[in-house]
C-alpha cells in the first residue's frame, strides 16, 4: 500500500507563494506519474499539475506560469506556487499512479486572503 504525505499548505496573503511537498512510500515500484489536484469549497476537484517519471509535465491552462511542478526522485514532488490569488484556495491533493493504479494522499489545505 502506497502512502503520500503532502505539507506545506498553509495561510498567505494574496500575491505570495507556498511550497507544497508529497512524498510517497511503502512501494518498491516508484510512481509512474504524480501530480497535483486541489479541490475549492463546493467545486469539483481538479487537476492543478501532473509530472511524469520521464519528466514530461502538463499544467491547468489556467495556472501555467503561476504554478511549477518538480521531483527531486520519483516519489517526491513539489508544487511551487507563486502569486496566489484567493481563487487558488482549497485542499490540494497529491496523487501517485503507478501502472493501473493511483493512490492518493489525504491533502493539505491552502487559503489565501485577499
Known amino acids: 500500500q502506497v502512502q503520500l504525505v503532502e505539507s506545506g499548505g498553509g495561510l498567505v496573503q494574496a500575491g505570495g507563494s507556498l511550497r507544497l511537498s508529497c512524498a510517497a512510500s511503502?512501494?518498491?515500484?516508484?510512481?509512474?506519474?504524480m501530480g497535483w489536484y486541489r479541490q475549492a469549497p463546493g467545486k469539483q476537484r481538479e487537476l492543478v499539475a501532473r509530472?511524469?517519471?520521464?519528466?514530461?509535465t502538463n499544467y491547468a491552462d489556467s495556472l501555467k506560469g503561476r504554478f511549477t511542478i518538480s521531483r527531486d526522485n520519483m516519489n517526491t514532488v513539489y508544487l511551487h506556487m507563486n502569486s496566489l490569488k484567493p481563487e487558488d484556495t482549497g485542499v490540494y491533493y497529491c496523487?501517485?499512479?503507478?501502472?493501473?493504479?493511483?493512490?492518493w494522499g489525504q491533502g493539505t489545505q491552502v487559503t489565501v486572503s485577499s
Open positions: 496523487k501517485c499512479n503507478i501502472y493501473d493504479l493511483e493512490y
Open positions: 509530472i511524469t517519471s520521464l519528466g514530461s
Open positions: 511503502g512501494s518498491i515500484f516508484s510512481c509512474n506519474a
